[in-house]
């Protein structure tokens, strides 16, 4: 059973980095040891170090960060989106977002559908975290498997939900149906449930990350922790209080906050599944609103307009959060 | 490594309960897809349902490969996904040496820099992206499309090589360079052979991001016959009746590739796959 092993997820901070000449306080003017050829003139180094990042920052310059500044130009502007043409009005795209109900409507929906798709993502990622961090016969293999619907491509998680969860043929109804649960089919992909349907499976999809990232984390907690707690008398539930989570707050700390981001930009999961069933505008959640007024109404204006609303809004929150939870903020 | 030390057997089978559930919720769906993708249409609407297709056939296959698009979309995929492996790999491996192996002024705010854009979500990043790609003149290429994906995946992929490459040690370099090598003989012979798994963690990651995408392709290209997998998948559903058979064999075979490459990871770089 050789089994996946599995290293610190480094989204943020690579753990195999050893610490940078800068850490080093001593020597600021003599050559610093590590720098290879040492002797080289400084405006040689400066050269040659500027030209080989010059790719990558040139790419992240013109391909990220400029259209993101772009997108707030583009706000200001009213704007179709495959035409040239373009005019200048100000804030007016905000003004009538302010007023626009579907804004309204779906900024709530997003934050409904973020809210409960984080929550179970996290607490069913620490939970399978514990379950797969003890020992147990097939170990690996369950490790391997759990990660699969993380590595699918959207589309395919999509029609493999759809597929289940058809009304008429669906496997879902059936089971209900089969075992007495419901009298009749539930038309999971209709107005009523399409919320729930999506929710679910997209913690389908994510938890998976949560997982990999908790028991990264978990593998790395000295055995001697638990054995004291133990000796002292402490059950499973008050070690996992006490041991484990004062452990693992750095980072659950990283892992929700990525996430949340996640979540709350999702565009893929969530287009696809209201998209074709009839009720997709029950799950018109805030980056969908901002994809439709682009590509469907043509207002690219607009479209960006939420964009930066999107951003400002995540901003904010970061910060929040960031104030909120200092103390794990230093530890993760 | 027995950490909550389960004594009494029942704690011992609700684990095995646990561990039970955990593979099956995530293998059921997948093995309900392969099991669909080879029944004959007939079967695939029967009720009660089969688990086990009762007259297996590759019809769904041999369907997806002569009356859709599917190998078209298939090769525009692979071309893609190994053209932007290709561009991170050589624009984040001279990045990660700059980062690691020269000394110049801003280099940590550069870095920095660079790593907040792994932030920006694609949909905030893709509407002003269509707007620009328009005006540039290149909408509806391959070439926009390797550009966004490598773009995408730099911030990420930069400080995973930069990682591997900080542990390398300078002198097999210094050594190299002594011997008379040129900075990139030495780079090419010396420091990216020992930072291998890095390079395997950047590709995969990178592959996996751009065989997945959805969003970025579905915006910047309109023309059907230069459609990757995700996008051309997803317009067989436009048909008035939904074939599944045919629908679960093209889940199947997008899926392979993924989990072929996935299978190749083995740990390194997983947990970075953005979603």
Known sequence: MTGLSYPEPKPEKPSGARPRPESNPAGASAPRRGWIPATTPERHQQLWGLLTIAPALFLILALTLYPVAYSLWLSLLEKHSFFPQERFIGLENYFYLWKDEEFWTSLWLGTVYSIWTIFFQIVLGVAAALILNETFVGRGLVRAIVLFPYMIPTIVAVILWKWLLNDTYGVVNYWLLAFGIMRDPISWLGADHIMLSVIVMSVWQFFPFVLLSILARLQTIPPELYEAAKVDGASAVRRFIHVTLPQIRGILFVVILLRSIWMFTKFDTVWLMGEGAGAGRFIRTLPVYAYMRTLTYYQAGLGAALAVIMFAILVVCTVVYFRMFREEADIG | ?275
């Not at chain 2, 090589?161 to 210094?174: D, G, H, N, Q, V």
């Not at chain 2, 040129?182 to 798994?197: E, K, Q, S």
């Not at chain 2, 996996?208 to 459609?227: C, G, P």
């Open chain 2, 1 to 275: 490594m027995n950490h909550l030390r389960l004594r009494r057997p029942s704690t011992r089978t609700l684990l095995y309960l646990g561990a039970a559930l955990l593979a099956l919720q995530a293998a059921f769906p997948f093995l309900w897809m392969v099991s669909t993708s080879f029944k004959p249409p007939a079967e695939v609407f029967a009720q009660p349902p089969s688990f086990i297709p009762q007259d297996p056939t590759w019809d769904n296959f041999h369907r997806l490969f002569t009356a859709t698009g599917f190998l078209v979309y298939f090769k525009n995929s692979l071309i893609v996904s190994g053209l932007a492996v290709l561009l991170t790999m050589v624009v984040s491996a001279a990045g990660a040496y700059s980062l690691t192996r020269y000394r110049y002024l801003g280099r940590e705010k550069i870095a920095g820099l660079i790593l907040c854009t792994y932030m920006f979500a694609p949909i905030m990043v893709v509407i002003p992206f269509f707007i620009l790609v328009k005006k540039a003149g290149i909408e509806n290429t391959h070439f926009a499309l390797v550009l966004a994906f490598t773009s995408f995946c730099l911030p990420f992929t930069l400080w995973l090589m930069r990682a591997f490459f900080a542990t390398i040690p300078l002198e097999l370099e210094e050594a190299a360079l002594v011997d008379g090598a040129g900075r990139l003989r030495a780079l090419i012979y010396v420091v990216l052979p020992l930072a291998l798994p890095g390079v395997i963690a950047t590709s995969i990651f990178t592959f996996i991001l751009a065989w997945n995408d959805y969003i970025f392709t579905r915006i910047l290209i309109t023309s059907d016959e230069l459609k990757t997998l995700p996008v051309g998948v997803q317009d067989l559903f436009h048909s008035a009746l939904i074939d599944w058979g045919l629908i679960m064999a093209a889940g199947m075979m997008i899926t392979i590739p993924a989990l072929l490459f996935f299978l190749l990871i083995r740990g390194w770089g997983a947990g970075g796959v953005k979603g």
